[in-house]
């Protein structure tokens, strides 16, 4: 059996795409992956880079979709792994064993997870560290990365795929389903995965204010009432400490120490 299928969703994504699929197909333990890109129909200059590698790729799919939680879903369908990860145009693994030691490290459990290491236009780069002693108010200021994710495909058949009636969080809402309605289990790798671009969608200012309205909807059909007035409550200290003090902690930290950027 395969135990591992990773899948790089893109369209238009001709300046970011090479380095993604170079990440995965340089990866060591080949043999125990499969590879699959679903492109949404690009007209840039993405297929031709696609086909250079199409030899080290195992299935292509190239066709309109409403968006990118369609195409995962395709991408999903057409797995053969045990396990799923998404590397999505312009995401990359940290080095060329992250396969390797995911294979070897992994507990069995279906949501596995890891650090990304988050990376700016300037090139700046810091690694951030999840602290799950209390996942639900970890995730309900912050969101875990698909692309430090490794899901079993059977989470997906016992709870469903991806909702399209999102546009930007549809990610964040299956993760909320699967961990706190279907008490799935779960295990936190700790260290870091892969880098993290911030030229997706949900970063885009102009998509902020449907951002922020999909999550507060996502938000009341997982949280209950009186979990959304504590945090609102204390929202600004949560703020701090969430979105200020641990990141300007993960940034200090990875500045001075290689070690803890790319290792335990």
């Known amino acids: 059996m395969i135990e591992l299928s990773v899948i790089t969703v893109c369209k238009n994504e001709v300046n970011s795409i090479e380095k993604s699929i170079q990440s995965v197909i340089n990866q060591s333990e080949r043999d ?51 396990y799923i990860n998404f590397m999505n145009a312009g995401d990359y693994y940290i080095n060329d064993n992250v396969i390797k030691l995911f294979l070897n490290q992994n507990n069995g459990a279906e949501f596995i997870f890891g650090d990304i290491i988050i990376e700016y236009k300037n090139g700046f780069s810091f690694r951030r560290k999840y602290f799950i002693n209390n996942l639900k108010s970890l995730l309900y200021f912050d969101s875990l990365s ?16 991806y909702s399209t009636q999102y546009k930007i969080i549809s990610d964040y809402d299956w993760s909320l389903k699967a961990l706190f309605k279907y008490n799935c289990s779960y295990q936190y790798l700790q260290y870091p995965i892969s880098f993290f671009n911030l030229y997706g969608v949900s970063n885009i200012k102009k998509h902020q204010e449907l951002h922020h309205k999909e999550r507060t909807f996502c938000q009341s059909q997982y949280y209950t009432q009186l979990e959304i007035a504590k945090y609102q409550k ?10 200020k003090f641990r990141y300007l902690y993960y940034m200090i930290r990875s500045v001075l120490s290689r070690r803890y950027l790319y290792g335990k």
Do not use: P, V
């Open 234 to 243: 204390y929202r600004f200290f949560y703020d701090i400490y969430y979105k």
């Open 146 to 161: 698909h692309q430090a994710s490794f899901i079993k495909k059977s989470l997906f058949k016992r709870i469903g795929l």
């Open 32 to 82: 125990k992956f499969e590879y699959i890109i679903i492109d949404g129909n690009s007209n840039d200059g993405t297929l031709d880079i696609i086909s250079k590698y199409k030899d080290k790729i195992d299935i292509i799919i190239s066709e309109n979709d409403s968006g990118i939680f369609e195409a995962m879903n395709k991408g999903i369908k057409l797995s053969n792994g045990k």
